[in-house]
T-cell receptor, first 117, second 109 residues
């Protein structure tokens, strides 16, 4: 089975440019998560969706960040305008909660390494 | 969220069992114990999870104490490829994961 697919793998752009990160979750999963990882802050949750609906976006740093999930097989994380402090590795993960006595784990993509110059 | 405490680093000789401890004394009855690992520059990889019973899969075993206040992840025969940061996370089912600093495991030849 295909895992979580993220694109691009690497992105280098100049400050002020719009950046769009993409994620295709595992088919059949109804939860989708966006995380960011930096040396200073480690892995932190930005936002997550359930059945394409944003459930918790309290981790989104500021209004420059936005995320959408137009359908069950696609999500985007957009930064506009981008700043050097946004440089990080961005991970997407998906999961299905499973039944009452068990639950499915989150499966992560390989991440997008973003560098803002 | 229940807070977890893990040692910052551990060493293990190749071929030996690696036992990674985790304390979660404030765990609630509906919270699962999850273990993930992250090998350098890759995405976190799921290892195992459990609620109150011990669990085993092809990668590892998870031992949860009867009072559920601590757990141990066991890699039965560590290899060099098991060198990674290991995260113990306590969360209710269906919620986002709260990664802490984890344990950096170094497997040596």
């Amino acid at each position: 089975d295909a895992g979580v697919i993220q694109s691009p793998r690497h992105e280098v752009t100049e400050m002020g440019q719009e950046v769009t990160l993409r994620c295709k979750p595992i088919s059949g999963h109804d939860y989708l998560f966006w995380y960011r990882q930096t040396m200073m802050r480690g892995l932190e949750l930005l936002i997550y969706f359930n059945n394409n609906v944003p459930i918790d976006d309290s981790g989104m740093p500021e209004d420059r960040f936005s995320a959408k999930m137009p359908n069950a097989s696609f999500s985007t994380l957009k930064i506009q305008p981008s700043e050097p402090r946004d440089s990080a590795v961005y991970f997407c993960a998906s999961s299905s909660p499973g039944g009452r006595r068990s639950n499915q784990p989150q499966h992560f993509g390989d991440g997008t390494r973003l560098s803002i110059l | 969220d229940a807070k977890t405490t893990q040692p910052p680093s551990m060493d293990c000789a190749e071929g030996r069992a690696a036992n990674l401890p985790c304390n979660h004394s404030t765990i609630s009855g509906n919270e699962y114990v999850y273990w993930y690992r992250q090998i350098h520059s890759q995405g976190p990889q799921y290892i195992i999870h459990g609620l109150k019973n011990n669990e085993t899969n092809e990668m590892a075993s998870l031992i949860i104490t009867e009072d559920r206040k601590s757990s141990t992840l066991i890699l039965p025969h560590a290899t060099l490829r098991d060198t990674a940061v290991y995260y113990c996370i306590v969360r209710p089912s269906g919620y986002a994961l709260n990664f802490g600093k984890g344990t950096s495991l170094l497997v040596t030849p």
